[in-house]
Nanobody
Framework: QVLLAESGGGLVQTGGSLSLSCAAS????????MNWFRQAPGKQREWVAG???????NYASSVKGRFTISRDNAKNTGSLQMNSLKPEDTAVYYC???????????????WGQGTQVTVSS
């Protein structure tokens, strides 16, 4: 069984920074793409950033230049560094991974439980 767990959320003032971490545990053969999504109250979950196993990163236009996604393939971890935070960044942030448990299995989608990020004005 594969589990993803986020950490690092919290309350920060406008312009501040937070770093989120995501740790994958369990039987893991490989992780393809890792993503961060977020969901604000009353809104749909939206994609924030993604990074493939080779380290190529992509960002939503709303966070480009402020957020940085990274990963450690050896440790099966990912992170999201968030700078210049705005009140509109307030949301529950979810880690997502495309993970295969064994050599023979296919990649499946896994989600963390989410971590709250609140940016006060």
């Amino acid at each position: 069984q594969v589990l993803l767990a986020e950490s690092g959320g919290g309350l920060v003032q406008t312009g501040g920074s937070l770093s989120l971490s995501c740790a994958a545990s369990g039987t893991i053969f490989g992780i393809n793409k890792m993503n961060w999504f977020r969901q604000a109250p009353g809104k749909q979950r939206e994609w924030v950033a993604g990074i493939d196993s080779g380290g190529t990163a992509n960002y939503a236009s709303s966070v480009k230049g402020r957020f940085t996604i990274s990963r450690d393939n050896a440790k099966n971890t990912g992170s999201l560094q968030m700078n210049s935070l705005k009140p509109e960044d307030t949301a529950v942030y979810y880690c997502h991974g495309q993970i295969k448990a064994t050599y023979r299995s296919s990649y499946s989608d896994y989600w963390g439980q989410g971590t709250q990020v609140t940016v006060s004005s």
